[in-house]
């Protein structure tokens, strides 16, 4: 199993630039999240989506949308991008069963917006 | 009050001593609490979940839960090179199954 997994690993874009951030999970999963992290501020929730077909808004939403494609994708967009979304964004997901503590992490997408 | 709140540090310790990682609390969080190690570069991995007042040990990493207090801490024992990271804490949101609030991290460097 590959687990979670994102694409781009690096991008920079220039501000005003439209892009969207891949993760997939192959551990059938249903829930599925968007987390930025800055330096000083550890993670923050952007969008997550509890199963397929929904999502919800997390902490800072703003200047972001996202798609539950099916069970195992979950994409964000940024669709004007600002300098102030660099940052490090991971993607996460979580079985919900009974004893499973933890979300699963990708290896993360480093974003500059110059 | 931040919901999750931790010193950012540095911690500075020296190899074999014990490391003493703490975290506080608002009334905003659940009572189920989690340490993810994060290295540099890389994404956060799970050490310790506790939900009962008290001590859980594995290993050489004890987590502690204080309800009264409200903090919960982190015991690395005989602390090695390899345990230098960034130390996460987060919590459910009290109002929400999904979604995990984190604190900003405490930096962890043991001297060899």
């Known amino acids: 199993n590959a687990g979670v997994t994102q694409t781009p690993k690096f991008q920079v874009l220039k501000t005003g630039q439209s892009m969207t951030l891949q993760c997939a999970q192959d551990m059938n999963h249903n829930s599925m999240y968007w987390y930025r992290q800055d330096p000083g501020m550890g993670l923050r929730l952007i969008y997550y989506s509890a199963s397929e077909g929904t999502t919800d808004k997390g902490e800072v939403p703003n200047g972001y949308n996202v798609s539950r494609l099916n069970k195992r994708e979950f994409s964000l967009r940024l669709e004007s991008a600002a300098p102030s979304q660099t940052s490090v964004y991971f993607c996460?997901?979580?079985?919900?069963?009974?004893?499973?503590?933890?979300?699963?992490f990708g290896p993360g997408t480093r974003l500059t917006v110059l | 009050q931040k919901e999750v709140e931790q010193n950012s540090g540095p911690l500075s310790v020296p190899e074999g001593a014990i490391a003493s990682l703490n975290c506080t609390y608002s009334d905003r969080v659940s009572q189920s609490f989690f340490w993810y190690r994060q290295y540099s570069g890389k994404s956060p991995e799970l050490i310790m979940s506790?939900?009962s007042n008290g001590d859980k040990e594995d290993g050489r990493f004890t987590a502690q839960l204080n309800k009264a207090s409200q903090y919960v801490s982190l015991l690395i024992r005989d602390s090695q090179p390899s345990d230098s990271a960034t130390y996460l804490c987060a919590a459910y949101r009290v109002d929400s199954n999904y979604q995990l609030i984190w604190g900003a991290g405490t930096k962890l460097i043991i001297k060899p």
């Open positions: 506790i939900y």
């Open positions: 996460a997901s979580w079985p919900e069963l009974a004893g499973a503590d933890t979300q699963y």
